[in-house]
């Protein structure tokens, strides 16, 4: 399961929208362009157990540090006005955890929504939760989906029909994410090169930032640095760079045949 945040955006963010920063990430924020971030970021918030093996300490210590990480990310990129943020907190997969961790998760996420409330509400932030959110604890659902409908504004509702033949938009409307752009940045801390099965679809095309820090220690000048090398990529979509064109004389290469 992963929540989601977005933000109406009506107009670009202010360098100040973020408040009193360190020196570090003003260094950072000169790099960044603030009309090129991206729209959509999604995360995968990982090395939380070894954040806590690292100081002696159970590993649930290390999800509770990491609510901090996750309050972080989500305020910084809704100041930014970036307007849809996922946060990957429990998979499928997480299931074959123990029971006390999964409990704690559960309890965790609980805990979070109800103090996250007037965060949420003072930035105008929307939450959804995508995934098998009926596996979850029945006490689970009714606080995410009380989350959803607090936060909720207005939302057309994902159109029904049954179309002969599949195209690449009638799937994406039935994705999880369905109407939210896909993301354009995917960051994975705590080192590991792999996606793990989250937005599989979604992020074909996305930016991978793949960071060394641990989640609990990511922190705003950690966001920043995946924005800014976001924006060094060069995105291509599978074409070539401009100025580079030879379509003209070989079409098919240029296609990327
Ligand atoms: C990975 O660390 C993290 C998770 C299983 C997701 C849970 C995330 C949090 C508790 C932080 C944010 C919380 C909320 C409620 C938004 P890991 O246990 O896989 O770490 P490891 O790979 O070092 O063992």
């Given at each position: 399961m992963s929540q989601t945040i977005t933000h109406k955006t009506t107009h670009g963010p202010a360098p100040e929208s973020l408040g009193p920063v360190t020196s570090e990430e003003a260094k950072l924020l000169e790099k960044l362009d603030l009309t090129r971030l991206p729209r959509h970021v999604a995360v995968i918030m990982d090395g939380n157990g070894r954040w806590a093996q690292k100081r002696h300490l159970p590993r649930i210590a290390g999800h509770r540090s990491g609510t901090q990480s996750a309050r972080t990310t989500i305020e910084t990129c809704a100041r930014l006005k970036i307007e849809a943020l996922t946060l990957y907190a429990f998979s499928v997969e997480n299931w074959r955890r123990p029971k006390t961790e999964i409990d704690f998760l559960m309890q965790l996420l609980r805990e979070y929504l109800k103090k996250e409330m007037p965060l949420l509400q003072k930035n105008e932030i929307r939450m959804r939760f995508l995934g098998r959110i009926d596996e979850l604890p029945a006490g689970v659902q009714k606080d995410v989906r009380e989350a959803t409908e607090k936060t909720a504004g207005n939302k057309g509702m994902v159109g029904h029909g049954a179309p002969d033949k599949v195209t690449e938009e009638q799937l994406s409307q039935h994705l999880y994410t369905e109407g939210l752009p896909d993301p354009d940045l995917l960051i994975r801390t705590s080192?590991?090169?792999?996606?793990?099965?989250?937005?599989l679809w979604q992020i074909a095309y996305a930016e991978i930032f793949v960071t060394e820090t641990l989640w609990p220690d990511f922190n705003r000048a950690r966001l920043l640095e995946a924005l800014v090398e976001f924006q060094k990529r060069e995105r291509r979509y599978g074409g070539i760079r401009e100025g580079e064109s030879s379509s003209d004389e070989n079409p098919a290469r240029a296609a990327g045949h």
């Amino acid at each position: 399961m992963s929540q989601t945040i977005t933000h109406k955006t009506t107009h670009g963010p202010a360098p100040e929208s973020l408040g009193p920063v360190t020196s570090e990430e003003a260094k950072l924020l000169e790099k960044l362009d603030l009309t090129r971030l991206p729209r959509h970021v999604a995360v995968i918030m990982d090395g939380n157990g070894r954040w806590a093996q690292k100081r002696h300490l159970p590993r649930i210590a290390g999800h509770r540090s990491g609510t901090q990480s996750a309050r972080t990310t989500i305020e910084t990129c809704a100041r930014l006005k970036i307007e849809a943020l996922t946060l990957y907190a429990f998979s499928v997969e997480n299931w074959r955890r123990p029971k006390t961790e999964i409990d704690f998760l559960m309890q965790l996420l609980r805990e979070y929504l109800k103090k996250e409330m007037p965060l949420l509400q003072k930035n105008e932030i929307r939450m959804r939760f995508l995934g098998r959110i009926d596996e979850l604890p029945a006490g689970v659902q009714k606080d995410v989906r009380e989350a959803t409908e607090k936060t909720a504004g207005n939302k057309g509702m994902v159109g029904h029909g049954a179309p002969d033949k599949v195209t690449e938009e009638q799937l994406s409307q039935h994705l999880y994410t369905e109407g939210l752009p896909d993301p354009d940045l995917l960051i994975r801390t705590s080192g590991e090169m792999r996606v793990s099965n989250f937005l599989l679809w979604q992020i074909a095309y996305a930016e991978i930032f793949v960071t060394e820090t641990l989640w609990p220690d990511f922190n705003r000048a950690r966001l920043l640095e995946a924005l800014v090398e976001f924006q060094k990529r060069e995105r291509r979509y599978g074409g070539i760079r401009e100025g580079e064109s030879s379509s003209d004389e070989n079409p098919a290469r240029a296609a990327g045949h």
